[in-house]
């Protein structure tokens, strides 16, 4: 028997996206609510528990009532939200973070897909914490720019509509500048990081794609590596794998711009180590696409282990 899909908030943005993706397929019964029906309750409760898989594609209290509607039933659940992020009970829905976590994201009941930025900061920074080379006390900073998707149906709209009282007219703006995006505490704890990174978060004006940058001083990590220590973890790490690409050190070093659009309709994520051999500093760079590995593709890859497709 096909397994059955629900997606919960299939017509925003994240939802739309990974209706696409799976539109070809004929090994999942896809349960569909009409567009007007989407906040009638009752019906999503009946879709969600006739489900066997439901994706959650909600604003966070939306997921979690979703979530309690789901108590007593079968359903297996993958929120794309940042509800459950850094809950115990949830495993952490990124394959190739942790050796192992391909295998228990196919035998859990609850996965949590991770956030857009946090897929890029801690896709580069949890290979160097596990391996010891980057010390959990080192004052992590991370910049960030991503495509204007990032903030759903309504920055979707605040980009593109100029007849809004609350247009967007910016082609890049900063924001999050408290320094308190929602986040910092899912790249801290995934990271394995003891000090709260520093995040600094920004729009540009594309509609999909993102760039997460973390520059390290190397004199100021455990036995000053050389950056071509950083790039053999981070190689030897996502060895073995084809969504997430280590870049040779020297293809790196032949880019004169770094395209944030480069990955905008692909599901994979290229890292980069930046730098000059022998200065002691590194940039080092995650490029993907913000509803691809960052969203709707790794709700995919997280759909396809937990179903063994
Ligand atoms: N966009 C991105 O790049 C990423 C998004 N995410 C996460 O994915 C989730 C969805 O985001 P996104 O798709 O961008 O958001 P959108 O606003 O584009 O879509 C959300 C959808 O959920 C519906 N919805 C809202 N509240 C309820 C409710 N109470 N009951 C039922 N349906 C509801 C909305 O309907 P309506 O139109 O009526 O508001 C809309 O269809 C969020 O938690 C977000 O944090 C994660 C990673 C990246
Ligand atoms: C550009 C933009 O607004 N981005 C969103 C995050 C997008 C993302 O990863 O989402 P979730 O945490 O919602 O999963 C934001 O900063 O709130």
């Given at each position: 028997?096909?397994?059955?899909?629900?997606?919960?908030?299939?017509h925003?943005?994240?939802?739309?996206q990974?209706r696409?993706?799976i539109?070809?397929?004929?090994?999942?019964?896809?349960?569909?609510?009409?567009?007007?029906?989407?906040?009638?309750?009752a019906?999503?409760?009946?879709?969600?528990k006739?489900?066997?898989?439901?994706?959650l594609?909600?604003p966070?209290?939306a997921?979690?009532?979703?979530?309690?509607?789901?108590?007593?039933?079968?359903?297996?659940?993958?929120?794309?939200?940042?509800?459950h992020?850094?809950?115990?009970?949830?495993?952490?829905?990124?394959?190739?973070?942790?050796?192992?976590?391909?295998?228990?994201?196919?035998?859990?009941?609850?996965?949590?897909?991770?956030?857009?930025?946090?897929?890029?900061?801690?896709?580069?920074?949890?290979?160097?914490t596990?391996?010891?080379i980057?010390?959990?006390?080192?004052?992590?900073?991370?910049?960030?720019?991503?495509?204007?998707t990032?903030?759903g149906?309504?920055m979707?709209?605040?980009?593109?509509?100029?007849?809004?009282?609350?247009h967007?007219a910016?082609?890049?703006?900063?924001?999050?500048?408290?320094?308190?995006?929602?986040h910092?505490?899912?790249?801290?704890?995934?990271?394995?990081?003891?000090?709260?990174?520093?995040f600094?978060?920004?729009?540009g004006?594309?509609?999909?794609?993102?760039?997460?940058?973390?520059?390290?001083h190397?004199?100021a990590?455990?036995?000053r590596?050389?950056?071509?220590?950083?790039?053999?973890?981070?190689a030897?790490h996502?060895?073995?794998?084809?969504?997430?690409?280590?870049?040779?050190?020297?293809?790196?070093?032949?880019?004169?711009?770094?395209?944030?659009?480069?990955?905008?309709?692909?599901d994979?994520?290229?890292?980069?180590?930046?730098?000059?051999d022998?200065?002691?500093?590194?940039?080092?760079?995650?490029?993907?696409?913000?509803?691809?590995?960052?969203?709707?593709?790794?709700?995919?890859?997280?759909?396809?282990?937990?179903?063994?497709?």
């Open positions: 028997m096909k397994p059955k899909l629900f997606i919960d908030g299939e925003g943005t994240t939802g739309l990974i696409q993706r539109a070809a397929r004929d090994d999942l019964e896809v349960l569909s609510i009409p567009e007007a029906e989407r906040r009638n309750a019906l999503r409760e009946e879709l969600l006739s489900a066997d898989i439901a994706i594609c909600l966070d209290d997921a979690r009532e979703a979530v309690a509607m789901l108590t007593d039933a079968h359903t297996r659940i993958i929120d794309t939200s940042t509800a992020r850094t809950h115990d009970d949830w495993v952490y829905g990124f394959a190739e973070s942790e050796p192992g976590q391909g295998e228990r994201i196919a035998e859990a009941r609850y996965v949590s897909n991770p956030g857009c930025y946090s897929t890029g900061a801690i896709g580069l920074l949890r290979p160097l596990r391996a010891g980057l010390p959990g006390d080192y004052p992590v900073t991370i910049n960030a720019v991503s495509g204007y990032g903030g149906k309504q979707i709209a605040q980009m593109e509509d100029e007849a809004r009282d609350d967007i910016a082609p890049h703006f900063l924001y999050a500048t408290a320094l308190r995006h929602k910092v505490p899912e790249i801290q704890s995934r990271s394995g990081l003891a000090v709260r990174p520093l600094s978060p920004s729009v004006r594309f509609a999909q794609g993102m760039l997460v940058q973390v520059p390290l190397l004199d990590m455990d036995g590596p050389a950056m071509g220590d950083i790039h053999a973890v981070l030897k996502y060895d073995g794998q084809d969504i997430v690409e280590v870049v040779p050190l020297a293809e790196s070093a032949a880019i004169a711009r770094l395209d944030p659009t480069e990955m905008a309709g692909t994979r994520m290229k890292l980069f180590v930046f730098g000059t022998g200065d002691g500093q590194v940039n080092l760079v995650a490029s993907l696409d913000n509803l691809g590995k960052g969203a709707s593709g790794a709700a995919v890859q997280n759909l396809d282990l937990m179903i063994g497709a």
